[in-house]
């Protein structure tokens, strides 16, 4: 048996995606800096690439600065922002992704902003109006939340936010990685926003952030004038070729691609509720509305094989995850579950792609039904 349903970590490459990056690893070898006709010719798959997000997200290429991937562009906007547009008050929740929430609380720790907390339900809830209470104390600021949630897959209203944020003359910063895959981005209704590769059947260690042209955000690393001076350093040209494409892919196929999902979500939720009834879904995951497609998570009832479930799902050949793969062996457990208010080692994450097939759901199921009976 071989199931792989960690696809919230990472994906597998799309094939279309390999093919647009090999003449770049081959033959094309220019330094995307370098005046010459192999310099040339990388700048402008480099720039064709930037137009081609741009325009997918609808945004100005000016907009678009290529990064390594999720955790930098998070850092670089972050820190950049508060640092250029002199921010004094950020509002976030406790559901973050690490690379939101570690830099922000290091910030706070060397006092140079106020760091706030949305209260969330244990459906990992909050409410519009708190935001607007908060803003209303602390105009100008910034607010951080991410479109989808890594690990529960919750859906935030990000428009409903951006609107409240510019009433106040207030920042948004949104983590839209696990948005782009089976859900819509909403790129416009932020100032500041994250793309990854990997997430959608792209290369590991490539990325972007959108900056709105009217916001003003420090570079995180100097050393040249690399990406609109944002980014010193020379650029990965075949990783993000492929990331464009990905991209493209994932834009071009999203009506089959999320009707797969939501098939594949709908049999597992099915399935799991027969063969293990007191089964409880955290989050908004168990609704096909209000929850990304892609992303299950699960906590079992009260067994001694809970702490043993995900390595013997590996041990039978089956991938999933008990969170974010950045806290993987981490003896805190995941902080999402922690700030539902509910014991983090019962927590179980299955996350689909567009390559995850019925069979493989209906022997993941029967698998942890088995061990759980167990």
């Known amino acids: 048996m071989d199931i792989y349903l960690d696809n919230a970590a990472t994906t597998q490459l799309d094939p279309e995606v390999l093919a647009s990056m090999m003449p770049y690893m081959a033959n094309l070898c220019g330094n995307p800096s370098s005046v010459h006709r192999y310099g040339c010719r990388a700048k402008a798959a480099l720039e064709k690439s930037r137009k081609k997000i ?6 100005a290429p000016a907009e678009i600065v290529f990064t390594s991937g999720g955790t930098e562009g998070n850092n670089m906007l972050l820190k950049g922002i508060i640092d250029a547009m002199h921010i004094a008050h950020v509002l976030t929740s406790p559901l973050e992704h690490l690379a939101v929430r570690m830099p922000l609380e290091a910030l706070a720790k060397q006092g140079k902003i106020t760091l706030s907390y949305l209260r969330v339900s244990q459906a990992g809830d909050f409410t519009l109006d ?10 100008h600021a910034l607010v951080s939340l991410m479109q989808v949630n890594h690990e529960i897959g919750n859906i935030t209203d990000i428009a409903a936010v951006g609107q409240i944020c510019r009433r106040y003359g207030a920042f948004l910063h949104s983590d839209m990685i696990q948005a782009i895959y089976g859900c819509f981005p909403d790129f416009l209704s932020c100032h500041l926003a994250v793309g990854s590769a990997h997430k959608i059947h792209g290369p590991k260690g490539v990325g972007f952030v959108y900056i709105d042209a009217k916001t003003s955000v420090a570079p995180l690393i100097a050393g040249g004038s690399q990406e609109l001076n944002m980014r010193g350093g020379t650029e990965n040209v075949p990783y993000i070729v ?10 071009r196929d999203r009506e089959k691609i999320v009707t797969h999902l939501l098939a594949i979500k709908q049999h597992m939720i099915a399935l799991l509720k027969k ?14 509305t209000q929850s990304s497609p892609h992303l299950l998570n699960i906590s079992l009832p009260d067994s001694q094989a809970h702490d043993m479930l995900i390595y013997n799902l590996d041990i039978h050949g089956i991938a999933a995850s008990t969170g974010s793969a950045c806290t993987s062996g981490s003896a805190l457990g995941s902080s999402v579950i922690a700030a539902l208010q509910k014991k983090n080692s019962h927590a179980i994450r299955f996350s689909f792609s567009k390559y995850t097939t019925h069979i493989e759901v209906e022997q993941t199921v029967a698998m942890l039904a088995k061990l759980y009976a167990k």
Do not use: Y
Not at 242 to 251: E, R
Not at 275 to 288: A, C, M, V
């Open 130 to 139: 708190e935001v607007e209470a908060w803003l209303k104390r602390h105009p």
């Open 242 to 251: 492929g990331m464009a494409k990905a991209l493209a892919i994932a834009f």
């Open 54 to 59: 741009a325009a997918l997200l609808d945004v």
């Open 275 to 288: 063969h293990i009834p007191d089964i409880i879904f955290n989050g908004h995951s168990e609704s096909l």
